[in-house]
């Protein structure tokens, strides 16, 4: 009986990384339908991101369960309490995502982005994706090393975020309040994605230390 | 054109939201276990290198301990493992055990317990116990409470108070206050044994040791019990030998581990594994054996 108890507890994390293939799919969709005007792909992703959150709440329902009759303790509770967490992240994630393939949907069929700023863009939607698949990677191996390399990867994100800054606040700024509005949401959203990564990494080192990182 | 460097930290956290964003002060409470009332255990009772035997076969080694007065502390571990042997060494129990000697200091105020010169019944008046099965004597309610204080030779001048004051104390006044002359096998399980408990309590102990007080007990009578224990911590010393974890991680303050390991003849001998706050115990303990027993896969 406890063996089932534990076959159940690592089935956990295993959905959990499995959910982090989903986000992964989805910002790398949801970027490319953004630089090229796809409205198919980006309703894909719309759609997808409702499947995850049923996904989430699979999840949270066996965390739940496996609190209220198995009473967990030690790494077990720690490893339930940042899943849930973690499912929490990524149900995030994917909303993120789909705020992206939503900016696609608005302007279809004008692209959203200008040719000449399409480059931060996917910049920014690569490092999103690499984190997430850091983030995924992290929660097979629990290496807390790896888990501390993803807080450099977010340092990135910031860089391209203030690059951004710098295109839009240049004076001869020539693509008016549209695009800008659409690029200051677009840059919030890659940085939250990242953020959230951070967070599950953080979580991680949580589980197998048993101490949380210091907030950054 | 512009040359300022845009920093980010300034940048409302929600696009659009009016004026700078405000500052939020959070004060963030102490992380440490709220029950335990200091750093370090105050050393009321202390064990030093402690070793128990029973004829040759060596129970339990290298025992080192020191309990806080006024604070519960569980001692938990699997069965052999040698954790009620050291709670009878607490009161000189284990006197009663043929065969059984100690080595090892066993130091109540910084007084050697097994100094020759110690009085046994001392010791237990100010050590008191309650045990796995309820016991009451086949007295009635009132004489059961009386009979610690009549045997140690307290004279009090009100007989009548100590054993209400006493009643009061295990939470079990109101219940048996209309029947006092009664039998005490009249009662429920949960009831004889808080009636054990005011037992204990009449003979004014600093001490109270518990071995698996609830394991005989539904869950509503172990609830009450487990609440007189907070309760009763606030005037003595508990010491509980429990194996329900969760009963451990709901009433200590500390906790210590125990498990038994073969030495070089094969004999298994119990030793103390790990002591600390339960809550780091039952949260990130350090080590792996407990951490292996509380989450049930030892061995």
Known sequence: MRDIYHEHLDEILVEVERMTHVVSTAVRRSTNALLTADLGTAEEVIAADAQLDVAGETVEGKIFELMALQAPVAIELRMLVAALRMVADLERMGD??????????????AAAIPDELQGVIEDMGRVAQRMVDQAGDVIKTKDVSAAQRIEATDDQMDKLRRSQFRQMMDASWPHGVEVAVDLALLGRYYERIADHAVSMAQRIIFLVTGEMPAAQ | MTNVEPDLDTVPETVGAPGAPHEIHVELGDR?????????????????????????????????????????????????????????????????????????????????????????????????????????????????????????????????????QALHGAALWDEVKDKLKQSAYGLS?????????????????????????????????????????VDLAKTY????????????????????????????????????????????????????????YITGRFG
């Open chain 2, 189 to 229: 399980g949960g009831q004889q044994q808080r009636l054990c408990i005011a037992r204990t309590i009449a003979t004014s102990p600093e001490v109270i040791l518990m071995d698996e007080p609830c394991s005989a007990l539904d869950p509503i009578a172990t609830a009450k019990i487990e609440d007189l224990m």
């Open chain 2, 32 to 164: 440490t276990n709220h029950r335990a009332p200091s750093a370090e255990p105050d050393g009321v009772i202390e064990l030093r290198d402690l070793e128990v035997f029973y004829d040759k076969f060596r129970a339990v080694s290298g025992v080192n301990l020191v309990f806080g007065s006024k604070e519960i502390t569980a001692l938990i571990g699997p069965s052999g493992c040698g954790k009620s042997t050291v709670l009878r060494c607490l009161n000189r129990m284990n006197d009663l055990v043929p065969g059984a000697h100690v080595m090892g200091d066993v130091r109540f105020h910084g007084v050697d317990m097994y100094d020759a010169s110690v009085d046994v019944i001392e010791v237990r008046r100010r050590i008191g116990m309650v045990f796995q099965k309820p016991n009451p004597f086949p007295k009635s309610i009132y004489d059961n409470v009386a009979y610690g204080p009549r045997v140690t030779g307290m004279k009090p001048k009100n007989m009548d108070d100590v054993v209400e």
């Open chain 2, 237 to 292: 010393t508990i010491i509980i030998v429990t194996h329900n974890m969760q009963q451990a991680a709901r009433v200590s303050y500390r906790t210590a581990f125990f498990t038994a390991a073969a030495d070089e003849h094969g004999q298994r001998t119990g030793r103390l594994v790990e002591f600390d706050s339960t809550s780091k115990i039952f949260g990130n303990p350090s080590d792996k054996r407990t951490e292996a």
């Open chain 1, 96 to 109: 993120l995502a789909a705020h992206i393939a939503k900016i696609t949907r608005l302007r279809y069929p």
